[in-house]
């Protein structure tokens, strides 16, 4: 039985594939176990972990490193993994974590994170992170770049070693506040088969804005659609207050074309304020992380805090350590003082 190729598609976060049927296990073998073994090499491997329920297991392993689980009852079926989908499940719905039975969710989530702390048992340290993040930490074509953007290049941050940068995620991944968002914002960090270290950096800048909004008490509700049909990265409420927020994140100067940090806080901000702000039409709050410049850089952009075209706006620099500094230009509608020490 063929499998479906990817071709030049890219994998996206793991979701299941929900199959209204019953399987048996003669089906099993003939459908989905030789399908695999004749076009990638798979063996039917014991699952790591029981399910409970009524549900019955499967777990498959492939020769070059893929996964892939399943799990059955005499009514329906799951499917999950980082390989080729079996012809079988071509025409299958897909479904979130949130939305599959509570037994199968949990039985995938621990054989998955127990395989990505078996490849990289240092994440093991870092359980929030890990089960936030698995979606993409073990998707086909990310595993290996999502995982390295933490290990190698310490999340986007500079002169910071990867403990300190995971740690900092961790501590704040852990308080929960995203959690109902895990899809949309770990499929932020991208399924690519190689570190795009700008684009990886950009996507945590939107988490680190999460973290200086809600360390000011405000929560937080991400990809906000606008009339306009974009989305702004976040609605910011306390109370009777909320207001909209779109996070940019100049890239460090040694890496762009500006003559320096200055020009690149100014020039981000310029391409933000042209491009999608415009055609909101003003009201957001634009928020520059400048967490990704060293510190002679920020020290430039500190001192000069320069002016620009889109206000309000609040520009800062995190550290890994949880200290925050920055300045604001216009009337920013939000009590930030709790999370970042104003130098303006």
Known sequence: MALRGLGGNVARPLRFRYSPASWSDGRVKHEILQPLQSNIGARAASPWFKSGGDWQTH???????????????????????????????????????????????????????????????????????????????????????????????????????????????????????????????????????????????????????????????YDVVPEIEVTTGHSLDFRAENGDANALVEVT?????????????????????????????????????????????RDDSWAAVRGERPNLRHRPAVVYRTRPNGHVEGYRKGAVPLELGDAIEFID
């Open 249 to 293: 994140r100049p890239q460090p100067p040694a890496n762009r074309a500006a003559a320096g940090p200055v020009a690149a806080v100014r020039d981000t901000a310029e391409t933000k304020t042209n491009g999608q702000l415009a055609e909101h039409g003003g009201g957001a709050v634009l928020f520059v992380d400048c967490s990704s410049f």
């Open 59 to 217: 777990r498959f392993e492939m020769d070059n490193g893929d996964v892939a689980l399943f799990a059955r009852n005499d009514q329906e079926a799951y499917w999950m993994g980082n390989t080729e989908t079996p012809s079988a499940l071509w025409k299958t719905d897909k479904f979130g974590w949130r939305e599959v039975p509570y037994h199968v969710s949990r039985w995938a989530q621990r054989e998955l994170t127990a395989t990505l702390h078996e490849e990289d048992p240092w994440l093991a340290d870092y359980p929030h992170l890990s089960w936030f993040f698995l979606p993409v930490f073990m998707s086909k074509d990310g595993r290996d770049s999502t995982r390295a953007f933490f290990r190698e290049h310490a999340a986007g941050f500079p002169d910071a070693g990867r403990r300190e940068t995971t740690r900092f995620f961790e501590d704040f991944l852990q308080t929960g506040v995203l959690d109902e968002y895990r899809h949309v914002m770990s499929g932020k960090l991208g399924t690519s088969d190689h570190v795009d270290r700008v684009r990886m950096s950009a996507a945590m800048a939107e988490f680190i804005a999460a973290k200086v909004l809600t360390d000011a008490g």
